[in-house]
């Protein structure tokens, strides 16, 4: 059984757009998140959230916005997509908050997803 | 804010050797956890190993290995008995540990490209 799910694997799509990319854990984690991943490789996270507290990076631009029906998904939702936004994006899950346990806090990846902005 | 700094953009080792990559961070925390993960040409990012920094012992995963400073702020990974599934992206990351449930964002350093040669 998958962990951490992501759909679709690959997009490709036109400037202006918008599009979204859904992700699914069945870990039974309480937090979840997207990072973005650049053409050099560098990771950084773009969104923290459960259903408490929902934590922005600033530097992402708010046509970026997450949307989560339930505990077990966080979906990205993107306008007007601007080719810069070609990356590979991933969503990730934890059980979060304060534990000394040896998988606590540790966060497990879905397999990405491949934009490109035309 | 937390910085990661991982010095070697590219390493390689023979097949069955062992090999070390270096991870340097900044922060003015003083619980955290740091992280190893492994990103292979399938993309998947995978973890390798977690220390928790309150830990003195270096953390141990069968061939993989940490040497923890925390007075140095240095977390490196060793690589015994190098396999060629171990040719991948490296990648150390950096974890607050947050008592609120949304904050446990990772910080990455910007990898290694480790390739391991027959």
């Known amino acids: 059984d998958t962990a951490v799910s992501q759909t679709p694997k690959y997009l490709v799509t036109q400037m202006g757009n918008d599009k979204s990319i859904k992700c699914e854990q069945n870990l039974g984690h309480d937090t979840m998140y997207w990072y973005k991943q650049d053409s050099k490789k560098f990771l950084k996270i773009m969104f923290s959230y459960n ?15 997450p949307k989560s029906p339930d505990k077990a998904h966080l979906n990205l939702h993107i306008n007007s997509l ?10 990730a899950s934890s059980q ?3 534990g000394m346990g040896r998988f606590f806090g540790t966060q497990y990846f879905g397999p990405g997803t491949r934009l490109l902005v035309l | 804010a937390q910085t990661v700094t991982q010095s070697q953009p590219e390493m390689s080792v023979q097949e069955a050797e062992t090999v070390t990559l270096s991870c340097t961070y ?3 925390e003083n619980n955290y956890y740091l992280f190893w993960y492994k990103q292979p040409p399938s993309r998947q990012m ?11 012992q270096n953390a ?3 061939r993989f290995s940490v040497n923890f400073q925390k007075a140095a702020k240095s977390f490196s990974l060793k690589i015994s008995d190098s ?10 990351a950096f974890m607050k540990h947050e008592s609120h449930n949304a904050g ?3 910080t990455f350093g910007g990898g290694t490209r480790l390739m391991v040669k027959p």
């Open chain 1, 82 to 91: 601007e080719l810069g936004d070609s990356a590979v994006y991933f969503c």
């Open chain 2, 104 to 106: 446990n964002m990772l």
């Open chain 2, 60 to 62: 141990t995963e069968n």
């Open chain 2, 26 to 28: 900044d922060t003015s």
């Open chain 2, 46 to 56: 995978i973890l390798v190993i977690r220390q928790e920094a309150y830990k003195q």
């Open chain 1, 51 to 65: 259903n408490k507290e929902l934590i922005i990076n600033e530097t992402v631009p708010n046509r970026f916005s």
């Open chain 1, 96 to 98: 979060a908050g304060l």
């Open chain 2, 83 to 92: 396999q060629l599934g171990d040719t991948a992206m490296y990648f150390c």
